[in-house]
T-cell receptor, first 112, second 114 residues
Framework: DQQVKQNSPSLSVQEGRISILNCDYT??????FLWYKKYPAEGPTFLIS?????DKNEDGRFTVFLNKSAKHLSLHIVPSQPGDSAVYFC???????????FGKGTKLSVKP | EAGVVQSPRYKIIEKKQPVAFWCNPI?????LYWYLQNLGQGPELLIR????????DSQLPKDRFSAERLKGVDSTLKIQPAELGDSAVYLC????????????FGQGTRLTVV
């Protein structure tokens, strides 16, 4: 049973527009949520995280929103750039030292 | 600061042969993970170390997989014997420890079993 779900395998967005990547989870005990970005033939790179006690965290062009009642989080990228084209993984962790549990990823393509 | 270093980057072996992967985590990081990533899937945990202790190896197929983290620094993951279904990317990650949630990944080792 998947605890972290990314239901959209792919997303295509025009350069300069907003990219919205979604993630759902089933375990209400998760304390932190993280987003990772992965280019081909490279390991995942940490992007941004959010604590379960917050509903928004922003870092430059990247903002993560958390809706605990819906067990849903989203990553917004504004404005999208061609270099943002990659696979984005949502991950969740219980406690500050637990295991990262990943979704299957969403492949983002930003077209010039 | 150097990142997580893994070697080799690529490995091709015949089935039933042994194979080993090596990981050097970021200096000072107490937590070390080994993850397995199949094509089109997210990383799946194999084993987690806190210093030299394996605190979660529940997902490690112990009949053929083994791991060690001597002195709480470098780690080795071994498969013996390898099967065709073991073809995947093996990722190592490390995390600083208390109060730090993000883990940093190496580039991974792509294993192909033929």
């Amino acid at each position: 049973d998947q605890q972290v779900k990314q239901n959209s395998p792919s997303l295509s967005v025009q350069e300069g527009r907003i990219s919205i990547l979604n993630c759902d989870y089933t375990n209400s005990m998760f304390d932190y949520f993280l987003w990772y970005k992965k280019y081909p033939a490279e390991g995942p790179t940490f992007l941004i995280s959010i604590s379960s006690i917050k509903d928004k965290n922003e870092d430059g062009r990247f903002t993560v929103f958390l809706n605990k009642s819906a067990k849903h989080l989203s990553l917004h990228i504004v404005p999208s750039q061609p270099g943002d084209s990659a696979v984005y993984f949502c991950a969740a962790v219980r406690g500050s030292q637990g295991n990262l549990i990943f979704g299957k990823g969403t492949k983002l393509s930003v077209k010039p | 600061e150097a990142g997580v270093v893994q070697s080799p980057r690529y490995k091709i072996i015949e089935k039933k042969q042994p194979v080993a992967f090596w990981c050097n985590p970021i200096s000072g990081h107490n937590t070390l993970y080994w993850y397995l990533q199949n094509l089109g899937q997210g990383p799946e945990l194999l084993i987690r170390y806190e210093n030299e202790e394996a605190v979660d190896d529940s997902q490690l197929p112990k009949d053929r997989f083994s791991a060690e983290r001597l002195k709480g620094v470098d780690s080795t993951l071994k498969i013996q014997p390898a099967e065709l279904g073991d073809s995947a990317v093996y990722l190592c990650a490390s995390r600083k420890g208390q109060g730090s949630t993000e883990a940093f990944f190496g580039q991974g080792t792509r294993l192909t079993v033929v």
